[in-house]
């Protein structure tokens, strides 16, 4: 089956808020589903923040991946980070994951983005294997959060 991708818009909303909930739940996150509807609306709305892309399989919705841009000194310019990357359960194991990667890396190259990075939990071991297969290193680093509140 073909994959296509094509950019997210805000008639997409509830689908991708139906996929963010499961990756949610399958990686064991919290969802706030009024916080992810706001931040993804202003995602569409401005693409200098990044893209939301839906993935296509077979003229299904097969998932979603969501890259943002920053800016790194380390890496040499425009940084972009894979934030979601999705696929559904039924279409898993088609090779959809790598597809969706190269589509990540074509997309970053043609904006100028010199490093795209991505998180992946420690246990995961198969996603970790395909992010390898697919170039991503791992720098022996730890990703660290802290959320800053409104002020």
């Known amino acids: 089956m073909q994959t296509t991708f094509r950019a997210a818009e805000a ?3 509830d689908a991708l808020l139906s996929m963010m909930r499961g990756l949610c739940e399958h990686d064991a996150m919290t969802f706030d589903e009024a ?6 609306a202003r995602l569409i ?3 200098s923040l990044g893209l939301a ?3 296509e399989s077979g003229g299904e919705t097969a998932g979603y991946l969501v890259i943002v841009f920053g800016f790194s ?3 040499h310019g425009r940084d972009a980070f894979l934030d979601e990357l999705f696929v559904k359960d039924e279409f898993r194991g088609r090779g959809l994951g790598k597809e969706a990667l190269g589509f990540a890396e074509t997309v970053c190259r043609d904006r100028g983005v010199r490093a795209l990075h991505l998180e992946v939990d420690r246990s995961n071991t198969g996603a ?4 390898r297969k697919s170039g991503f290193k791992d720098h022996d ?3 660290m ?3 800053l509140e409104k002020q």
């Open 73 to 75: 000194l380390e890496f």
């Open 128 to 131: 970790q294997a395909l992010y």
């Open 35 to 40: 916080a992810r509807r706001d931040a993804l």
């Open 11 to 13: 008639a997409d909303a």
């Open 53 to 55: 892309h839906v993935l």
């Open 145 to 147: 959060t802290r959320l």
């Open 45 to 47: 709305a401005d693409e």
């Open 141 to 143: 680093r730890y990703l």
